[in-house]
């Protein structure tokens, strides 16, 4: 069975993105979150154009380490390793599930680098994306590898401490 894993990341505008539209962009965002949005139309067509920005290392130094990542951790997995945006980047979570099962995933394993509880994104932004692929491709598997351990976290800092430390 082919597995593919779906690095979902946060993401983050493109530093060159117009500021007047990022501005009402945010904006409207706010309104969009508190639903109390009155020109839907507009909102989506400016997240659309954000999410399509064209990106590289120098405009979007967050989505070009988040490829890195990616191509990293499939050399140490042996598994092809996409990545999904929960937000402002392209693809978003549920089009990089969606291009995992074009492509014969047979499973699909979701990890994120947000590792602690309690955050919106990981906690329910992210899981309800796997919810959204378990649904449309009942005959996948996906297999979401969150929430992460609180020890093995802080062990992980600790040695990441340590070598800051000498």
């Known amino acids: 069975m082919k597995t593919v ?3 979902a990341m946060h993401g983050s505008p493109p530093n060159d993105f117009p500021r007047g539209e990022i501005g009402e962009f945010f904006a409207l965002h706010a309104r969009h979150e508190a639903q109390n949005l009155t020109n839907p139309d507009r909102y989506l067509e400016l997240s659309d154009k954000l999410k399509l ?3 590289t290392p120098k405009n979007d130094p ?3 380490a988040s490829c890195e990542l990616a191509q990293v951790l499939g050399q140490h997995l042996g598994y092809d390793v996409r990545v999904g945006f929960n937000e402002f980047c392209a693809p978003d979570i ?3 599930l969606a291009q995992a099962v074009g492509d014969g995933a047979g499973r699909v394993i979701i990890a994120t680098t947000m590792m602690i509880r309690g955050g919106e994104h990981a906690e329910r932004e992210i899981a309800q994306a796997v919810s959204r692929g378990r649904h449309k491709y009942p005959e996948v598997e996906f297999i979401y590898a969150w929430p992460f351990e609180t ?5 992980f800092l600790a040695e990441h401490v340590k070598r800051f430390l000498g």
Not at 151 to 155: L, P, Q, S
Request: net charge negative; aromatic share 12%.
């Open 94 to 96: 549920d089009e990089a």
């Open 151 to 155: 020890a093995e976290v802080a062990c």
């Open 62 to 64: 967050f989505h070009a």
């Open 53 to 55: 920005w064209p990106r």
């Open 5 to 7: 894993v779906v690095l």
